[in-house]
């Protein structure tokens, strides 16, 4: 299948600092990108949506100034994190589309705020 | 609203029983609805969608309209089957479309 790389799988930052989160289709063209936060034992929580070219999706209580997305080419989209907080810290996931196809997904980035 | 709703946290089974995990959807258009599973210390992963009306490692789910259900059935459960289901909607507005998820059930088969 279809493979989504996601770097790095874990950082820590200080608090105040940025932080940037890479998602690579590996062997096909992303049309679509998502970007999920996950909390400890809860469900993922889609932050925003991403197509190639345009601007980013955002979901409803998500920062659009704190939580940056590019989609630049049809296989890389990047999470800046900016100005880091203890409470952004959190486990986020992309997962790349072709549209309508099935979406594939990353293995995760564990963010720690300290 | 776009909601995907699963109402179990936590399904415990014995090997060999039945499975069912539910769970019902809201969405105004045409529903696109998959199920997830995550195994332990793996990525997420498509376990079946309701377009292609298959069969993936004994799991079956059946869109129901009417109920709007789409709930995750498996007659004689393995061990290896223990993992985090979600179930999944796709929602399409405007140029864009999301995947919108459950709450997730953690199935736990026991020997």
């Known amino acids: 299948g279809a493979v989504v790389s996601q770097h790095p799988s874990r950082v820590i930052c200080k608090s105040g600092t940025s932080v940037k989160i890479e998602c690579r289709s590996l062997?096909?063209?992303?049309?679509?990108m998502f970007w999920y936060r996950q909390f400890p034992k809860q469900s993922l929580m889609l932050m925003a949506t991403s197509n190639e070219g345009s601007k980013a999706t955002y979901e409803q209580g998500v920062e659009k100034d704190k939580f940056l997305i590019n989609h630049a080419s049809l296989t890389l989209s990047t999470l800046t994190v900016t100005s880091a907080h203890p409470e952004d810290s959190s486990f986020y996931i992309c997962?790349?589309?072709?549209?309508?196809?099935?979406?594939?997904f990353g293995q995760g980035t564990r963010l720690t705020v300290v | 609203a776009q909601r995907v709703t699963q109402p179990e946290k936590l399904l415990s089974v014995f090997k060999g029983a039945p499975v069912e995990l539910k769970c019902n959807y809201s969405y105004s258009g045409s529903p696109e609805l998959f199920w997830y599973v995550q195994y332990s210390r793996q990525r997420l992963q498509l376990l079946l969608r309701h377009i292609s009306r298959e069969s993936i490692k004994g799991f079956t789910a059946d869109l129901n309209k009417g109920e709007t259900s789409f709930h995750l059935k498996k007659p004689f459960a393995q061990e290896e089957d223990s993992a985090m289901y979600y179930c999944?909607?796709?929602?399409?507005?405007?140029?864009?479309?999301?995947?919108?998820f459950g709450t997730g059930t953690l199935l736990a088969v026991q020997p």
């Open positions: 999944a909607l796709r929602a399409y507005g405007g140029a864009t479309n999301k995947l919108i």
């Open positions: 062997d096909f063209q992303a049309t679509t």
């Open positions: 997962s790349a589309s072709t549209g309508s196809t099935e979406a594939f």
